[in-house]
């Protein structure tokens, strides 16, 4: 996993609520046994037509619009566990997806291959939308050190939430495996007092 | 100090703790499937590692498989690979495989609690989101992602910060015709589709109580659908019932041993919940959803309401776009194309018999296609000794071979563009059942009822 430190890109904006994983990555795509090339049906029927025409309407058809980060409505990432989600997101070329909430199990998909949930009050996620309608070459800062989410044009800013140990794994590229394993010893012992 | 049930077990199961409020939760039950566990193993692999506890995970195919010619190879090239995989990643890493043609293959969550592999005070996971349904017994179950599934593999923990508790409690008695779908379909639509997020909900009451395991665990299932991490049930004289005899349940002085546990787990009086909600069984109607995600359901004799007034207009309308649908509307009397009765939801073999009951004799409407998928071989084999297979075909249905089928159409059971499908699964999700298909939430009374008047019908009407 790479480490993130900080960003400074412009954003996509993508305000529907409740956006699901099957809508982010449809389960017909979900028969690849590797993790790579997701990207590709990232979003796949609200992209394409059923023809694989890009549809014009569609967000990331509209060539004004680009950028590393990813800013859309409550409830990002409910339904489905799949972690192809966070990979498709991840492939595609976002490193931060910004809403006013997130759907746990996404959450922690997403913490786990190096694609930051940053979750931001309601009235700040419309600032940023107006800073991107009023300017789609907006520019933004993540800053995961000081939690910060920073509007480059007017200087707003909000703090993000991360557990401690997460941030650390993103700030070096660690993952929970290696945290994991390194504890067998404990839960080894873990088992024996929990046999009686 | 009074304790939830929910606190009981995960107490019982940190194995160690971090800095900072995170917990390695010990995992007793790990189910994996082959959708999101091949990169999992790879990752085993690439590391060099073992499985740290094979005995403790079981796999099946569920859902990529096809219904139909399961002893035939599998058709699809990609889907037939995929499956292949999880037969070698087992055999490489020793871990018990329900494969197809096996006589316990089934949908992840119908065969856990079926083989007794699923028992009060444990925790569980599996790499899907519907692991909730397991809850039904009393124990923590929950969907994780294939990372995690990858870090089970290896240490038999995860990382997890404790959730927050809600309890939700239906008392009363239910109306005739209202089944524990309903029960769910409103709570979720009173609630919304993030209503429980960050919590663990425990359902209480004496609605709740009343239910059959079986209807419990179509309860636990859609938790997930108001966001939350699991639900659970405290388990009781039935949970010990259904138990008895299984497969993988402790035997003889054992299992008494174990039942007496079992006993011991429920929330003490005065233990402390997070959030509480009440409902009385009384005002749920049979219920049925109108729109793209599992909040937006309504009872039978309702109209479709106008958008919220809290969250934006804009995704509602188009929402209710995507359905061909409009405010005001009301649902009972709108023709449907497709039924589907299958899915971790309602594909036991209780709910086999209701949609059963009420068809035999009856004749779906020539307008519709209607498929019952059971959800394990066993079910399937026992809804073939009642002669439930019988009556459906009798009726017209296609009664097929178990899997996930047409809940997530991942194999060729799709539901085409623009058709209505009342379906007993759990996800109106846009496409979830095909690109372009509408998929209206049900029980599988009300999806029996549909298929045979060839529209959505109040099922109460024909009690
Ligand atoms: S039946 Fe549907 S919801 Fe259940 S495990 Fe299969 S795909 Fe998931």
Redesign the pocket.
């Known amino acids: 996993m790479g480490k993130f430190k900080k960003l400074q890109s412009t954003a996509v904006p993508l305000p529907i609520e409740e956006v699901d994983t099957d809508q982010i990555i449809p389960a017909r795509f979900l028969k690849a046994t590797t993790r790579e090339g997701f990207g590709d049906n990232l979003f796949r029927d609200w992209r394409y037509e059923p023809d694989g025409t890009p549809r014009a309407d569609f967000i990331l058809n509209n060539p004004i619009y680009g950028g590393q980060i990813l800013v859309t409505g409550r409830n990002f990432g409910c339904g489905s566990s799949r972690e192809h989600a966070a990979w498709a997101l991840h492939d595609y070329g976002f490193r931060v997806v910004v809403s006013s909430f997130f759907a746990d199990i996404f959450r922690g998909n997403a913490l786990n291959n190096g694609l930051l949930p940053v979750q931001v009050p309601e009235s700040f996620l419309q600032d940023i939308f107006s800073a991107i309608e009023a300017d789609p070459g907006a520019s933004f800062l993540v800053d995961l050190e000081d939690q910060r989410f920073t509007i480059q044009a007017t200087g707003q800013s909000a703090g993000f939430e991360i557990g401690p140990y997460k941030k650390l794994c993103l700030l070096n590229g660690y993952d929970d495996i290696d945290f994991l394993l390194s504890l067998r010893k404990e839960i080894e012992a873990f088992e024996e007092r929990s046999r009686v | 100090m009074e304790k939830t049930l929910f606190d009981k077990i995960w107490d019982a199961h940190v194995a160690h703790q971090v800095e900072g409020g995170t917990d390695v939760l010990y995992i007793d039950r790990h189910f994996i499937h082959e959708v999101t566990s091949p990169q999992a193993f790879d990752g085993l692999r690439r590391r060099g590692i073992p499985v740290f506890r094979p005995d403790r995970t079981a796999a099946t195919a ?2 990529n498989v096809p219904t139909r010619n399961q002893h035939l190879p599998i058709q699809e090239a990609l889907s037939r690979f995929q499956v292949d995989k999880l037969t070698e990643n087992c055999r490489e890493f020793g871990i018990r495989l329900y494969g197809l043609g096996h006589p316990y293959q089934g ?3 119908v065969i856990g609690p079926e083989l007794g592999l699923t028992q009060p005070g444990m925790t569980i996971v599996c790499g ?1 989101s ?1 692991t909730s349904t397991h809850g039904a017994f009393g124990c923590i179950a929950f969907g994780i992602g294939t990372s995690q599934v990858e870090q089970v593999l290896a240490t038999q923990c995860l990382l997890q910060s404790k959730p927050r508790r809600m309890r939700i409690t239906v008392d009363g008695e239910l109306q005739p015709g209202v089944l524990s779908k309903d029960i769910i379909l409103y709570i979720i639509s009173r609630l919304s589709a993030s209503g429980g997020t960050g919590h663990f909900i425990e359902y209480a009451g004496s609605a709740i109580r009343a239910l059959s395991m079986e209807a419990r665990m179509t309860i636990c299932n859609m938790s997930i659908e108001m966001g939350a991490r699991g639900g659970l049930i405290a388990p009781d004289e039935k949970a010990v019932e259904y138990l008895r005899g299984r497969e993988f349940a402790p035997r003889g002085a054992d299992f008494e041993k174990a039942a007496a546990y079992w006993r011991t787990l429920y929330s003490d009086a005065g233990a402390r919940f997070d959030t509480e909600h009440h409902f009385r069984a009384e005002d749920i109607e049979p219920m049925a959803t109108y729109g793209t995600n599992p909040g937006m359901g309504i009872g039978i004799s309702q109209a479709i309401p106008g958008p919220p007034a809290k969250g934006n207009g804009r995704t509602f309308n188009k929402s209710l776009e995507y359905m061909g649908l409009r405010p005001g509307q009301k649902l009972a009397g709108l023709p449907i194309q497709y039924v589907f009765i299958g ?3 309602n594909s036991r073999i209780e709910d086999l018999r209701i949609a059963a009951a009420f068809v035999k004799g009856k004749k779906k409407a020539d307008s519709v296609y209607a498929m019952v998928v059971p959800g394990s071989k066993q079910v399937e084999k026992q809804a073939e000794a009642e002669g439930l297979d019988r009556i459906f075909r009798e009726a017209g249905f296609d009664f097929r071979e178990p899997g ?1 089928s047409a ?2 159409g991942m194999n060729e059971d799709k539901v085409p563009i623009g058709a209505y499908c009342v379906s007993t ?3 109106n999700f846009e496409g979830r059942q095909g690109p372009g298909a509408r998929t209206i939430l049900a029980s599988p009374l009300m999806a029996a009822a549909a298929a045979v008047a060839g529209r959505l019908v109040d099922v109460r009407e024909g009690l």
């Open positions: 569920d859902h949908i992840v969550h899907d519907h899915s971790c939801t996930c809940c997530l699964s759990n996800r």
